[in-house]
Each structure stands twice: as structure tokens, then as C-alpha cells.
T-cell receptor, first 114, second 115 residues
């Protein structure tokens, strides 16, 4: 069935290095993708989004890349900091009866080593 | 973004009882949603809370088990009825402004433990 999934369940990086978190999606009709960060004991926090008519979007220290040919989404975090330690979810918006809904991937836990 | 809060933040309940979780947004929003997040897992959409009408439930979730109210554009409740230990989870509400943006913003969650 349709799904949004992540390649790696955990990622460990050294402080100051760049992090890359990957995500695969299967619904080619999806037109909007979002990355969320969830810290322990908190709700998911919006990081960055991208629409299907784009292949790259940059924010503060974060970049999202979208490759529609292979249905792949990635989140790049520059100069990773201890505060970046969290679980990261990719999500896709797809249409459904009466509106649309957001489907979340499995999540990747990022550990930042000092 | 608007401030979104949930009450209670956590609770421990006995099986067979019911718990109502409240979600409050400090601005009027178009859409509100309820999610469940089991420990160490991703988020699963329970339902879309529709203002002034019955909620739209996802497959596997029914109104008798998870009745939802949305009396206005800033408030919604989710009730977990006749609870069992399998209902132990984090319950999250979220909102979407609507219009040209599709981004959802989440509350802090309610951690429910059923004994």
C-alpha cells in the first residue's frame, strides 16, 4: 500500500558535522512534503516543507531535497548541534475524501555526539 | 503560528473508564486533527475534527471508541472510551490554518497509561 518510510531508524553524528536524513515515499500523487522534529516529551515541531514543483528548499541550517523521479526526500542539517538530537519525521500530504490528510513516516532518531 | 495546548498532559487510568482530552488553540483555525502515537512509533491519524458536524474517522477508529467534539474554531475534545491497556499511548491534537498553507502544528500531547 501507500507509505512514507525512512531508510535508517537511527543516525549518530559528531557535533559540527552535517546530518542527512532520508525518506522514501510511494504516492506519486502527493504534492506537499514536510519534515517535523520531535523532542522527547513534546509534540512534533514543523521544520521545513517543500512542494512537488520544487526540488530544493533551504531554511536556517536545514535544506530539504526532493527527487520525484525516485520518490525520495532528504533533510540536511548543517553544523549539527546537540540541540538537534531528536526524532525526525517526514510526512506527505495526500488527498482523501472530504479533504486531505498527512501521512507520517516511521521516524529517524538523530543522536549528536559532543 | 498559534499557541496550542492540551489538558491533561498525562494521566493514569483504570481499564473500563473513559478519559476526555481537551485541545485549545488561541486563534481560530480551519482544521483540527487528533493523532495517536504509541511508544517509539510514528503518528497515526485518528480523525479530523469538523466544526459543527461529526468527525471524520480514519480506518480502524470508530466514533463509539473515540468520540470527538469541536464546538467552535478554537477547541476540540477527544474521549477515549472504555479504556484497555492497549489504549496506552500519547494522544496529540494538531491544527491547520487552511488557505494556501497545508502545514500542521501540534500540541504537546497527552500521555495516557491504562492499568
Amino acid at each position: 500500500g501507500e507509505s512514507v518510510g525512512l531508510h535508517l531508524p537511527t543516525l549518530s553524528v559528531q557535533e559540527g558535522d552535517n546530518s542527512i536524513i532520508n525518506c522514501a515515499y510511494s504516492n506519486s500523487a502527493s504534492d506537499y512534503f514536510i519534515w517535523y522534529k520531535q523532542e522527547s516529551g513534546k509534540g512534533p515541531q514543523f521544520i521545513i516543507d517543500i512542494r512537488s514543483n520544487m526540488d530544493k528548499r533551504q531554511g536556517q541550517r536545514v535544506t530539504v531535497l526532493l527527487n520525484k523521479t525516485v520518490k525520495h526526500l532528504s533533510l540536511q542539517i548543517a553544523a549539527t548541534q546537540p540541540g538537534d538530537s531528536a526524532v525526525y519525521f517526514c510526512a506527505e500530504n495526500k488527498g482523501s475524501t472530504g479533504g486531505f490528510k498527512t501521512i507520517f513516516g516511521a521516524g529517524t532518531r538523530l543522536f549528536v555526539k559532543a | 503560528s498559534a499557541v496550542i495546548s492540551q489538558k491533561p498532559s498525562r494521566d493514569i487510568c483504570q481499564r473500563g473508564t473513559s478519559l476526555t482530552i481537551q485541545c485549545q488553540v488561541d486563534s481560530q483555525v480551519t482544521m483540527m486533527f487528533w493523532y495517536r502515537q504509541q511508544p517509539g512509533q510514528s503518528l497515526t491519524l485518528i480523525a479530523t475534527a469538523n466544526q459543527g458536524s461529526e468527525a471524520t474517522y480514519e480506518s480502524g477508529f470508530v466514533i463509539d471508541k473515540f468520540p470527538i467534539s469541536r464546538p467552535n474554531l478554537t477547541f476540540s475534545t477527544l474521549t477515549v472510551s472504555n479504556m484497555s491497556p492497549e489504549d496506552s499511548s500519547i494522544y496529540l491534537c494538531s491544527y491547520m490554518w487552511g488557505g494556501s498553507t497545508d502545514t500542521q502544528y501540534f500540541g504537546p500531547g497527552t500521555r495516557l497509561t491504562v492499568l
